[in-house]
């Protein structure tokens, strides 16, 4: 028998020996094998191979042992006694670690890219003399963590008998653990440097109980994804260069009551109808507190479970690429919060999060910011990107709260924070964070798509990262949001005053490749709805938001709405409650809803509002704030090489105006593609029916030019008839 130090057995038999497998298990010895197995209140303990059975005998504080006359490592089960019942298990530590030394080389360099393959919970399967063998791989990062136990369904949640090991200077430590199945509860018991016992839910849990509950669940895909077509031809798309219309949807609020499965039935149709190209969901990732609209994550590679298991999500994403719909969801790197089962000082010490109190806490949200300078944490953030757009097929992540990761003194005052190295407030290992984030998923991923909400004039967000830049794909365009939506609000007696705020976007437009957002973030904490700030009574209203959104399909960049809006809900959201759903039964809302239809249909066959941005823009009048009315041209070009043209007017002012003359790129014969004053839409029906005959009339500084009936608080968009 291999003896071992009665010190190290007792730490054994409670969990708390940091190399369990060193004494547990199978281990050769002088032409024997001693096999040892901590089995608390055991009468009796059997080890069973192949060439019979050999009883073990209790050592000290439940551990048990048994030598076998052989000089080979066996497959063998344990037969256990407790009273009159008896049980043959399998036994945990006879089995070599799941993670290779490439695996925790890379994680502690941070570079391994499919991090989500090694650690967390893991169905295996092994074959031997004895028959095959199910069970489960657990693995986590706690490099500072005295032991670390497994405890759920499986061990009654005592973690005395399913102590990890270490996997050298890794911090990785590992077990598998026969017989747990899929749908197994578990969290890890960790003893922290202080000595202390504490749960913590697993990091890279890819399944969650429904909140509140805070248990990890054991996961196994069984999918089988349909959206092939989809994905074979990802790689070959330029999203720049292509039509972007995304419909935002916070998943839990669309229509309450829907799981995954049944909003693919009700969602994906209805996108259709309304002819949008992308959807963009809130974040998906599990959060304890719905309130937060799930950006305080704490499990961050998991799909909250509160609408299914992590195959419905699946499911919800395969019918929208069916349907030629693209996914982009909500990720958000910036921050967690501090709940003690969670990510919070998760070993015992800051881990995850960047143990600077001046860098490490959020003031304004309560949270906690990632230690962006640490490998395995980068690698834990970087690993996660490529997870939903690899695992579950996701086309683009929107980055949430961007500003707050790249200036130190974001929401802090003079003294609440510290420079960095070179004295400035740009936190260097977040820029460097991004850049890799973004330069890794493009890489990986060809044809998806990286969006920055980012609210300040940081240069260079969608630049490439060889250039210096962050390597964004796009930026979403605060300032035109605030502009607009401020010159919106004001009385179109007024708006001759603020014509400055509507133009001012084009100064900037081409800075950056821009998303023109008219999120949720409008229509919360007490703002209203899009609806409730236009200004005037209901007609008034209406039209207001119709012309906006004329003017957002039309101006450069791709556009973005939040749900509800798309038929002018009255009420501001709130997670809460469903959509005013009812509201489609009014014919002005109705109208809306309409609109919205047509504008993407018209966007989607026009490539001079998606083609080239930087190019395909050019003002008419930008000066007639008298009359509150802007015009301009889109142009780019087709599937054909052939240039394509709209030309773009919209009134902001409460009156119609007859006659009003606008300048043309070229003559010929023009047509009204779009009225926002539309009767279909619920509009006075100002309108301009058949073809319009350009004139040889000076206007604008062009030599052709059309007078035009330009209806109240509304836009007309015109093409040359072909």
């Known amino acids: 028998m291999i003896p071992v130090a009665d010190s190290i057995l007792t730490e054994v038999a409670h969990g708390r020996y940091h190399s369990p497998h060193s004494v547990l298990g199978a281990h050769l010895g002088d032409g024997s094998v001693t096999i040892r197995t901590v089995r608390h209140l055991a009468d009796s303990v059997t080890v069973l191979t192949t060439d019979g059975a050999t009883p073990a005998k209790h050592e000290k504080d439940g551990v048990w042992v048994a030598v076998l006359d052989r000089t080979d490592l066996p497959d063998y089960r344990l037969e256990i006694a407790y009273g009159d019942s008896v049980i043959t298990v399998d036994d945990p530590y006879r089995f070599l670690p799941t993670l290779g030394e490439m695996d925790t080389y890379l994680i502690g360099e941070g570079r391994h890219e499919q991090l989500w393959h090694v650690l967390g919970a893991h169905r295996k399967y092994y074959d031997g003399p004895m028959g095959p063998v199910e069970g489960v791989a657990f693995a986590v990062w706690a490099p500072n963590a005295r032991s670390v136990r497994v405890v759920g369904d499986f061990n009654f949640w005592d973690g005395t008998g399913s102590a990890m090991r270490t996997l050298g200077e890794s911090g990785v430590w590992e077990l598998f ?68 219309s995304i419909y935002e949807c916070h998943v839990g609020s669309w229509r309450q009551g829907l799981s995954y499965r049944e909003l693919a039935d009700e969602l994906v149709p209805y996108l259709l109808n309304l002819g949008y ?14 309130g937060s609209w799930g950006y305080q994550v704490t499990s961050y590679y998991a799909p909250t479970s509160r609408y299914g298991v992590p195959d419905d999500f699946r499911y919800l994403v395969d019918r929208l690429h069916q349907a030629g719909i693209g996914v982009i969801m909500d990720w958000v790197p910036a921050h967690f919060p501090k709940d003690a089962w969670a990510l919070a000082r998760f070993d015992g010490t800051p881990l995850y999060e960047d143990p600077d109190p001046l860098r490490g806490e959020h003031p304004d949200w309560g949270t906690l910011i990632f230690n962006f300078g640490r490998n395995e944490v980068r690698n834990f953030l970087v690993a996660n990107a490529l997870y939903w757009l690899e695992d579950f097929h996701i086309d683009g992540l929107r980055v949430d709260a961007v500003a707050s990761m790249l200036y130190l003194d974001y929401s802090r005052q003079d003294g609440q924070w510290r420079p960095n190295q070179y004295g400035g407030r740009e936190n260097l290992e977040a820029i460097q964070f991004l850049q890799e984030a973004n330069a890794t998923a493009y890489r990986r991923n060809p044809g998806i798509v990286m969006i920055a909400e980012e609210s300040t004039a940081w240069p260079g967000v969608t630049a490439s990262t060889t250039g210096g830049g962050l390597g964004f794909g796009f930026k979403w365009n605060m300032g035109w949001m605030n502009d607009t939506l401020r010159y919106m609000r004001e009385d179109p007696v007024n708006r001759r005053w603020h014509h400055g705020e509507l133009t001012f976007s084009l100064v900037y437009a081409f800075s950056e490749n821009f998303f023109l957002p008219l999120s949720h973030d409008e229509v919360v904490h007490g703002k209203g709805s899009l609806l409730s700030r236009m200004p005037g009574d209901r007609w008034q209203k209406l039209a207001n938001l119709r012309a906006l959104y004329a003017y957002q399909w039309s101006h450069p960049g791709k556009q973005l709405l939040f749900m509800g809006q ?24 109705r109208g809306v809803s309409d609109l919205i239809r047509e504008l993407n249909r018209v966007y989607r066959s026009a490539p001079a509002l998606w083609d080239d941005d930087y190019t395909g823009f050019e003002w008419i009048n930008a000066g007639d704030a008298d009359h509150n009315v802007i015009s301009y041209i889109r142009q780019g070009l087709d599937e054909h090489g052939e240039m394509d043209y709209l030309v773009c007017v919209i009134n902001f002012a409460g009156n119609p105006h007859e006659g009003y003359r606008v300048g043309l790129p070229f003559g010929g014969l023009w047509e009204e593609v779009l009225n926002t004053d539309d009767a279909l839409f619920s509009g006075s029906n100002v309108i301009n029916v058949g073809p319009l005959t350009s004139e040889e009339i000076s206007w604008d500084g062009r030599e052709h030019s059309v007078a035009l009936r330009v209806p109240p608080l509304g836009a007309t968009w015109l093409r040359p008839v072909r």
């Open 177 to 244: 653990i026969p017989d747990v199945a899929v749908g197994a509860r578990y969290k890890y018991e960790i003893c922290g440097p202080d000595g202390n016992w504490f749960q913590k839910a697993d990091p890279m849990a890819r399944a969650t109980e429904v909140p509140p509950a805070t248990a990890s669940v054991v996961t196994e895909s069984q999918y089988n994804w349909s959206d092939n077509s989809w994905m074979q031809t990802r790689g070959s798309r330029s999203p720049h260069s292509e039509p972007m």
């Open 277 to 290: 190209t992308h959807v963009e969901f809130m974040p998906v990732a599990e959060h304890p507190f719905g």
């Open 566 to 589: 798309e038929f002018a809900q009255d009420n501001e959201w709130n997670e809460a409650y469903s959509l005013d759903w009812w509201l489609l039964d009014d014919p002005a809302n």
